[in-house]
């Protein structure tokens, strides 16, 4: 009952498209009768709220999007079915931006989330909803996706955890697609051994996956002591932006001053491709978008425009209508990166610059254990700030999108806050399916701040 009071106290922050109140209250007295008899799983009673993209067997399912008005998801996801599995109780479906395009939750067909903060700002994107309800205890934890910091950046906005996986951990079979070779399902928590925990849950081979890692899922939630000084890496340059808010800089050089007096290696390193990541990540996510969506036409489920001359006018007339601008933006944009007389200047190039960020972000891997840096360059900005900027807005994914090029698992935890009270997020990567020990870091930190 606490969680659903705290639903109904919130409700002005636009957090949940769906509150599934009587289902959360039956499953909640059936996980009551496995307690008592000593037969519940590792979440027993854990409160769960699923990003509007993560697919959960006859419960609404819309991407926040008009495109799937009606739209009823035919089977559980599978991080969803292992949080069942465990007596997890899925509590709502949470508002987001639509389709996961969008860095401040203001693109969704269901209206902006507000940042429980202070509700005149925006709480981050795409995974906003899912972040507000940890934020203001709507939910213990929540299941996004990250595709370029959708998880990672509407925690640091809310002070909260959030978990990237490394790609291919966690099985995508039932995440609602954007860009495939980037999204991942994430975490967003409280503390680290939460997240540690639902981690270990959803993480490990399916056969509904082809593209899922088959390596054994570590016990993570047992591993969260640090048991060395690990090696640490920075990129000056991420610190010395100009676009870098300056509470964010000291609040970073602070941590790095902090880990060098506790006897941790910490050494800036060169990334010379730091300019090149975002172009290259805008132009394959745009592309795989364009691909992605065009599956969305009206024809067999979703919003159907009426009346129409010709199936031809019927596509356009639905899908102008029913996809908002942005997603209408990237599409365009993507499909004009796809098509016969740019696919060499544009994708086949960004691709090219996306092999070559793996390789120089493995160099370092291969000398350090984890490299920090800022989770965004700003604190949560106010809604309507950057609406009619897109690049203002892209720009809010610069320190997040590396991560999801080079395929690598990523945090953010919480570091503060600015003078107006706005929590400051810190990010930390690690080498691939090195969660166990990235975990085990970001649990040191947030004990040592």
């Not at 292992?82 to 639509?98: H, K, M, P, S, T």
């Not at 928590?189 to 639902?198: C, G, I």
């Not at 993570?220 to 340059?237: G, H, M, N, T, V």
Request: proline share 4%; aromatic share 8%; glycine share 8%.
């Amino acid at each position: 009952m606490y969680y659903l009071s705290a639903i109904k106290a919130n409700s002005h922050l636009n957090v949940f498209l769906e509150v599934y109140e009587a289902e959360a209250l039956q499953r909640a007295q059936e996980i009551d009768r496995k307690i008592a008899g000593g037969t519940q799983g590792r979440l027993a009673g854990m409160v769960v709220g699923l990003k509007d993209v993560i697919s959960h067997q006859d419960h609404g399912l819309q991407a926040g999007s008009r495109i799937l008005e009606g739209f009823r998801a035919q089977f559980n996801a599978t991080a969803v079915e292992r949080l069942l599995a465990e007596d997890a109780i899925v509590i709502g479906r949470q508002n987001c931006d639509e389709f996961g395009m969008g860095s401040s939750n203001e693109n969704s067909a269901f209206g902006p989330v507000r940042n429980g903060a202070d509700p005149s700002r925006v709480p981050g994107g795409s995974s906003g909803g899912s972040a507000v309800a940890v934020q203001t205890g709507m939910c213990l934890a929540s299941l996004g996706s990250d595709t370029g910091g959708s998880v990672r950046q509407p925690a640091a906005f809310c002070g909260l955890v959030g978990l990237k996986p490394t790609y291919s951990r966690v099985s995508r079979w039932g995440l609602i697609a954007y860009a495939s070779s980037f999204d991942t399902i994430g975490i967003i928590a409280r503390s680290v051994p939460d997240a540690a925990l639902l981690l270990e849950v959803i993480a490990g081979k399916d056969d509904y996956d082809s593209t899922v890692s088959q390596s054994p899922v570590p016990a993570y939630s047992r591993q969260l002591r640090l048991d060395e000084k690990p090696r640490i890496a920075y990129i000056p340059e991420t610190i010395q932006s100009a676009g870098l808010s300056e509470e964010i800089r000291q609040t970073i050089l602070r941590n790095i001053s902090s880990l060098k007096e506790d006897g941790h290696r910490v050494d800036a390193v060169v990334f010379p491709l730091l300019d090149f990541i975002l172009p290259a990540y805008y132009i394959l996510t745009t592309a795989e978008a364009s691909s992605n969506l065009a599956r969305y036409d009206g024809v067999r489920y979703g919003y159907r425009s009426t009346p129409a001359g010709s199936l031809e006018s019927m596509y356009k007339s639905t899908r102008s209508y029913a996809f908002g601008e942005e997603v209408k933006r990237r599409i365009m944009l993507g499909t004009f990166v796809l098509s016969a007389d740019y696919y060499d200047a544009y994708y086949t190039k960004a691709q090219k610059v996306r092999r070559l960020i793996k390789e120089k972000t493995d160099n370092i891997f291969a000398q350090y254990d984890f490299l920090i840096l800022p989770t965004a360059p700003t604190t949560a900005f106010r809604l309507g700030e950057h609406t009619e900027d897109p690049l203002k807005m892209y720009l809010a994914d610069i320190y997040s999108v590396q991560a999801n090029v080079a395929g690598i698992p990523a945090i953010s935890i919480p570091a503060g806050k600015d003078q107006n009270g706005l929590p400051i997020g810190l990010q930390i990567m690690a080498n691939r399916f090195e969660e166990a020990r990235l975990l085990a870091f970001a649990h040191y930190l947030m004990q040592h701040q």
